[in-house]
């Protein structure tokens, strides 16, 4: 039976490829891609469901009086991999782009495909919600 402890293995070991990655102390792996801050957590949905979450902040303090909830859901970043989400924080709008997927087989290059999707996806997201006019 695959654990968590040994996915976060895998994707430490994919992201390696193309990050420095920081093993935090409860085991979650940060890095950076582009500019874009990213967490990759373990959890355990139910027994015999291990799961890996990637959250990606996007962007934050983007300017208050630009719409930035309607530019995400026109399809700012659009893509299969990752689900945007803005807040809106003290200084402006906050997004951040999430992902959670059953990782448990998954071998190193196939870890890396996936989460390199999501990320790509982030900066991509980025970058249009940095660019605004």
């Keep these: 039976m695959t654990t968590i402890s040994d996915m976060l293995d895998v994707a430490r070991a ?17 890095f ?43 399809g700012a970043g659009e893509s299969l991999f990752g689900t945007p989400r803005v807040i809106r924080g003290e200084a402006g709008w906050d997004v951040t782009l999430r992902y959670a997927f059953p990782a448990a087989g998954l071998d190193e290059k196939a870890m890396g495909t996936l989460l390199m999707l999501v990320v790509s996806n982030a900066s991509t997201m980025r970058a249009q919600l940095t660019d605004l006019p």
């Design 32 to 74: 950076a891609h582009r500019g874009v801050p990213c967490v990759v957590q373990g959890m355990e949905l139910e027994e015999g469901l291990p799961v890996l979450n990637l959250t990606c902040v996007v962007a934050w303090d983007l300017d208050p009086e630009i719409d930035v909830p309607t530019r995400v859901a026109m």
């Design 14 to 30: 994919a992201l390696e490829r193309y990050h420095d990655v920081t093993v935090d102390e409860d085991g979650a792996l940060t």
